[in-house]
Structure formats: structure tokens, C-alpha cells
């Protein structure tokens, strides 16, 4: 497609359960972020991927949160035992180029509810 | 470190009249700065960035910032707010860590645009 894609759009999960998200960067893009966002904040940083090189997982919050990614394509982001707190707007994120300053392009997140 | 600071978490002007959303930021570095848009249901996109070349910079859909060091500010202005700037907007400071760029975000200005 031209642009991120996330799926599912929606997911609505009861505390306790694992979920697993999904993020198609755009075609080329060497790097892939993931963020979160709370409602009404602003968007943390989680972790990042750049080609095959170990992924920055400086901005992961706990160990129940972990991602992968194989190559430059899919990546998946996984919650276990969802908390509450977990609730929020997942972003990624895909760049061309990790060097300088390069436009992060954005796919539309996917919000979760952990009731 | 890094960190930015929307002063207002609510703007609301007038069509047809100025628009000024003000941002203030800290970083270690030389700072990168952006200004991104995320409008309802839709992706975040990238309004403008600086990246220590010109310091008035010109955006998208007629938004500019000017990067002030002494003052540590990347204000966003539009001389004439239409309606569809009606969204929220992040101020954006970015860093360069083991080769990727890392964007610590601001928690947001919601622009209101009155008839």
C-alpha cells in the first residue's frame, strides 16, 4: 500500500490476556517505530528497529511488552497479561533512511482497551 | 536528555484570524525540531521540520515556526487559521542515537477554529 498499515484498527481485550498488534511499514523503509499514546498525552517511544541490527527496546515499559520485526517488513507488537494501564493508541512509525533527520510517516494506530 | 513543552494544552481562534502555538524545548544537542498534525481518525503528518539550516521555517497549508535558541522556542504561526487546521498539534524535538532518529514528543495543543 502507499502508506503504514496497522491492524487491527480496534482491539478490545480483558485484563490478563495476551494481544498481539501489527504494523506493514511502507515498502523500502529501513527503520520502524513503535509508540504509544495515552489519552490525552503525548506519544512515548517504545522501540525501534533499523534493518537487521539489534532493535533499541530502550522505551519498552515492563517486560510484558516485546516486538518483533524480520527483515525491513512486518513488525508485530506483543502485550502479555494486559493491564488496564495498557489501554491506549499504538502508533508505528516507518522511515526511509536512519541517518539525519528523516520524516517518520505514520500509520493510523491501533487503540486498545483493556477492560 | 530531551524534553519539549506545549504551553497550552487548548488554543481556540477565529477563522480568518492569526493562529500561534508555542513550544518550548530542552535537548543535550543540537536540537531537530517538528511540528506534526494528527487530525480525527487519521494518521499524524508531518507539518514542517528544522534541522539547523534556515530558521523561519515554512510547512504545509501555510503553518511556519521560527527556531529561537536563545529563547528555546519553536513557536507554529499561521496568519489566517481556516477551518480545517482544526486538529491537534505536536511539537516534536528529535535526537540521533545509535543511528536512528529518536522523537521525543510534546503532549499536544488542540486548535479550535471558530466560525
Known amino acids: 500500500g502507499a502508506g503504514v498499515s496497522q491492524s487491527p484498527s480496534n482491539k478490545v481485550t480483558e485484563k490478563g490476556k495476551d494481544v498481539e498488534l501489527r504494523c506493514d511499514p511502507i515498502s523500502g523503509h529501513t527503520a520502524l517505530y513503535w509508540y504509544r499514546q495515552r489519552l490525552g498525552q503525548g506519544l512515548e517511544f517504545l522501540i525501534y528497529f533499523q534493518g537487521n541490527s539489534a532493535p533499541d527496546k530502550s522505551g519498552l515499559p515492563s517486560d510484558r511488552f516485546s516486538a518483533e520485526r524480520t527483515g525491513e517488513s512486518v513488525s508485530t507488537l506483543t502485550i502479555q497479561r494486559t493491564q488496564q494501564e495498557d489501554s491506549a493508541v499504538y502508533l508505528c512509525a516507518s522511515t526511509l533512511r536512519t541517518s539525519g533527520y528523516n520524516e517518520q510517516f505514520f500509520g493510523p494506530g491501533t487503540r486498545l482497551t483493556v477492560l | 536528555a530531551q524534553s519539549v513543552t506545549q504551553l497550552d494544552s487548548h488554543v481556540s481562534v477565529s477563522e480568518g484570524t492569526p493562529v500561534l502555538l508555542r513550544c518550548n524545548y530542552s535537548?543535550?544537542?543540537?536540537?531537530?525540531l517538528f511540528w506534526y498534525v494528527q487530525h480525527p481518525n487519521k494518521g499524524l503528518q508531518l507539518l514542517l521540520k528544522y534541522t539547523s539550516a534556515a530558521t523561519l521555517v515554512k510547512g504545509i497549508n501555510g503553518f511556519e515556526a521560527e527556531f529561537k535558541k536563545s529563547e528555546t522556542s519553536f513557536h507554529l504561526t499561521k496568519p489566517s487559521a481556516h477551518m480545517s487546521d482544526a486538529a491537534e498539534y505536536f511539537c516534536?524535538?528529535?535526537?540521533?542515537?545509535?543511528?536512528?532518529?529518536?522523537?521525543?514528543f510534546g503532549t499536544g495543543t488542540q486548535l479550535k477554529v471558530e466560525l
Open positions: 516534536v524535538v528529535g535526537a540521533i542515537t545509535g543511528g536512528g532518529n529518536k522523537l521525543t
Open positions: 535537548s543535550s544537542y543540537s536540537p531537530s
